[in-house]
T-cell receptor
Framework: NAGVTQTPKFQVLKTGQSMTLQCAQD?????MSWYRQDPGMGLRLIHY???????DQGEVPNGYNVSRSTTEDFPLRLLSAAPSQTSVYFC????????????FGPGTRLTVL | AQSVTQPDIHITVSEGASLELRCNYS??????LFWYVQSPGQGLQLLLK??????LVQGIKGFEAEFKRSQSSFNLRKPSVHWSDAAEYFC????????????FGRGTSLIVHP
């Protein structure tokens, strides 16, 4: 099992550009989520999904879109990047809701100039 | 609303010293509790978890945590810290019938002096 994979590992964008952060898991988990991590702020939930075709907003959803067309993939889209979106992004998955172990990807470090 | 509090942003210990990282939760029911570790430049990895039963839980890398219902706490301990334990530690909680995603604390950064 590869677990949770994320691509790219690093990305530099200019303000206004769009991009998609990829996340995939091979554990057949229903629950997937995206977090951003900023110094002193811990992990903040952006969006999450409880199964293919079902997504919902987390704590900081503005400026981000998600979709879940398959169980395996959960991409995060930045429509028009802003410097405030400079952060490290983590994808996670779990077999059950909040009472189960979360499996995290290695992260994507994004810089928006 | 449910919350998880890690009161210490940074903790500094000497190598070989004991360690205790604090975690308090605010839930109506008994939560499922987790500790995760994040090494520099890495994703989070589960250290240990508590669901029910024995309130002292053993985890990987020599860590343990104790659930104390009366104090709403789930503190992480290690008797002798190694330099490789320097990392960010996150406490998290969830409960059956609650939100789909667990609530994470803000993390405690552990610094280990030689």
């Amino acid at each position: 099992n590869a677990g949770v994979t994320q691509t790219p590992k690093f990305q530099v964008l200019k303000t206004g550009q769009s991009m998609t952060l990829q996340c995939a898991q091979d554990m057949n988990h229903e629950y997937m989520s995206w977090y951003r991590q900023d110094p002193g702020m811990g992990l903040r939930l952006i969006h999450y999904s409880v199964g293919a075709g079902i997504t919902d907003q987390g704590e900081v959803p503005n400026g981000y879109n998600v979709s879940r067309s398959t169980t395996e993939d959960f991409p995060l889209r930045l429509l028009s990047a802003a410097p405030s979106q400079t952060s490290v992004y983590f994808c996670a998955s779990s077999d059950r809701p909040s009472t189960d172990t979360q499996y995290f990807g290695p992260g994507t470090r994004l810089t928006v100039l | 609303a449910q919350s998880v509090t890690q009161p210490d942003i940074h903790i500094t210990v000497s190598e070989g010293a004991s360690l205790e990282l604090r975690c308090n939760y605010s839930y109506g029911a008994t939560p499922y509790l987790f500790w995760y570790v994040q090494s520099p430049g890495q994703g989070l990895q589960l250290l240990l978890k508590y669901f029910s039963g024995d309130t002292l839980v053993q985890g990987i890398k020599g860590f343990e945590a104790e659930f104390k219902r009366s104090q709403s706490s789930f503190n992480l301990r290690k008797p002798s810290v190694h330099w490789s334990d320097a990392a960010e530690y996150f406490c998290a909680a969830g409960y059956t019938g609650g939100s789909y995603i667990p609530t994470f604390g803000r993390g405690t950064s552990l610094i280990v002096h030689p």
